[in-house]
DNA sequence: CCAGTGTTCCACAAAATTTTGGAGGATGTG
DNA sequence: CACATCCTCCAAAATTTTGTGGAACACTGG
């Protein structure tokens, strides 16, 4: 009971989890899967792989019990296996972010925000606000991710307005209501894209806190199938 | 904005902290430092690793920010850096315990468990339990892991009787009251065993649900300081 | 200031992971 | 059945990570 060997061999085991979330491109792979299912194809164009190396990735993801497959005809869809995966995948993100200086430098960097500048409090909503103005219709949410991951699972009421499409597509908005978008997560740059966008049309618009990922894990509800 | 090298600069930044927890050794210095700060050299005894490796892998978890170092004289002891690693520590076992059967098969091999034995649920105290109890004074809490483990945090009103003394000491225990043992959390063996000595013993005994970290993680109040 | 202890830094060899291209398997289509 | 598509498996090359000593460094006590 309790030996050396058998302890080392039990931390090496959970190690293997460890080691598959310790490799940036499967980071990012499971960014993209925790948004919604998809094909090994569109994985590697998305992650910027080759379809192999995304097929190896993908096989160290799965043997750590991460990611789950079905298949449909001669594709195969891969899946996050779980919400316990995507809170794993959201609290590395927490202790990186709030732990490591150079983690936060490439945020932002990444987002393009200025970190020197102070946060503008009155351009993001938070989920509870959002909540309740939505429940007296005060508010117009927009999804601005591709519309796949829109109807894989959205914001209930929220509209699908891919990024791509928003500026054809500014009438469709009502007038005098206030715009509220958002995106996969706290570090999805579509919807400040989209905010900015907005503005510069004289379109009021807020970004929701954060984005889909948190929504889920905040356990409120969630709609899911094709656009209205 | 976004561009495919900050994205992967990023992700890479975040795979740090993942890399971190990638390797066995390195989680089981991690599981040490949960229960208390420790020196290095002490680690690296603990662990079964050459000083120097030890120190090597402390370097990989600092510059993860998973741990914070202190000095004091001669000596450099290493803690963990806050709660919320504890948190990420739990969650990568919970993902590894319940998604790769592997890992549950070491566990129990290490633990010394029969998996076809169905599970002996009055050999458990759940925690809520064992506070309603404890608030009566109707059950004697033993802290089975080393003394300075219980030094730095144990759960209130809980003795120190570290395993190896136990043996020697069941006088000290007060009669007909039903003793319950805990020790470092779900994957330990020190309760096992106390509890296995006690009822050879002839003494009532049974394991509180999981250990310290869980006890930690569920924000219930701990003590610290030495032995009454 | 010196000796001694505890720890980190450095450099090298060993081991593991990642990438890549090609072969091969499963499924669907004409 | 032949053929196309999508993906996995395999093996070799490129890159990283790990383990291990010795040198260097920081601090303490004399």
Redesign the interface.
Known sequence: ??D?Q???????????????????????LL?LLVQGERSVEKLAAAA?LGLTTASAHLQVLR????VTTRREGTKIYYNV??L??I??YE??????T???A??RR??D????LDPTAPVDQTAETSREELLAKAADGRVTVIDVRPREEYEFAHVPGARSLPLDELAERLGDLPEDQEVVAYCRGA?C?LA??AVNLLHDQGVPARRLQDGMLEWHLSGLPVENGQAA
Chains 1, 2 share one sequence.
């Open positions: 009971m309790g050396r058998k302890k080392t061999e039990l931390f090496d085991q959970i190690a293997r989890v460890g080691k598959a979330v310790g490799n940036g491109k499967r980071l990012e960014d910027d043997q750590a019990g991460l296996a779980g316990d995966v809170r794993l609290q590395l993100r927490a202790v990186a709030d732990r490591v150079d983690v490439a945020r960097d990444y987002l393009g570090y740059v400040y894209e």
